[in-house]
């Protein structure tokens, strides 16, 4: 079954520095991989997305994520924090197939905090 | 400008009614989801529907219900039978089952039970 983790519930980094939110996915093909951003007390953003190519994919708001097939990997990076970017993360995962049960698997989020 | 809207933005039921949460689209998408959110739980699946007059039971099923009568429309509806409906709910479509473009999200709906 599909499955996705995002093992850090909160991450605090200080405005400038890097960033790297950690996730994992189960499945048994490459699925198609997305980022999401919420703001508390709204819809979530889609941030970027992965199913084929490049394996290093770049989003909006200077994010990118790289797709590490061997490790089930799919880590979201920023060079440079802004305390805008303070928000509850989402890593989800998709299947290619399309078929009548296919669905979009959500992890649990990761918030992440700024520090000035 | 394209998307999704949900109504209403807050809403508030006394325990024992059915309540009906609102979600349309203008994307002509045709997929639309359910998730209900919980703090620490991220998003789980309520209902889908892939086509017109089709839908299935997400993870989460149990004491809610749902209609696709139009492309458009997929109306949620949480019962009296969902013993803590209090949550966060959001609704999405997505061009088709399975599109790799994500799903686009409405701005949910924020149900208390009184």
């Known amino acids: 079954a599909q499955s996705v983790t995002q093992p850090d519930i909160h991450i605090t980094v200080s405005e400038g520095a890097s960033l790297e939110l950690r996730c994992n996915y189960s499945?048994?093909?490459?699925?198609?991989l997305f980022w999401y951003v919420q703001s508390p007390g709204q819809g979530l953003q889609l941030l970027l997305k992965?199913?084929?190519?490049?394996?290093l994919v770049q989003g909006i708001k200077g994010f990118e994520a790289e797709f590490k097939r061997s490790q089930s990997s799919f880590n979201l990076r920023k060079p440079s924090v802004h305390w805008s970017d303070a928000a509850e993360y989402f890593c989800a995962v998709g299947s290619p197939r399309g078929g009548r049960d296919d669905k979009i698997i959500f992890g649990k989020g990761t918030r992440l905090h700024i520090l000035p | 400008d394209g998307g999704i809207t949900q109504s209403p933005k807050y809403l508030f039921r006394k325990e024992g009614q059915n309540v009906t949460l609102s979600c349309e689209q203008n994307?002509?998408?045709?997929?639309m989801y359910w998730y209900r959110q919980d703090p620490g739980q991220g998003l789980r699946l309520i209902y889908y529907s892939q086509i017109v007059n089709d839908f299935q039971k997400g993870d989460i099923a149990e004491g809610y219900s749902v209609s696709r009568e139009k492309k458009e429309s997929f109306p949620l509806t949480v019962t009296s039978a969902q013993k803590n409906p209090t949550a966060f709910y959001l609704c999405?479509?997505?061009?088709?089952?399975?599109?790799?473009?994500?799903?686009?999200f409405g701005q949910g709906t924020r149900l208390t039970v009184v």
């Open positions: 499945y048994g093909a490459t699925p198609y």
């Open positions: 994307l002509n998408h045709d997929a």
């Open positions: 992965y199913f084929s190519g490049d394996t």
């Open positions: 999405a479509s997505s061009p088709f089952q399975g599109s790799p473009l994500g799903g686009v």
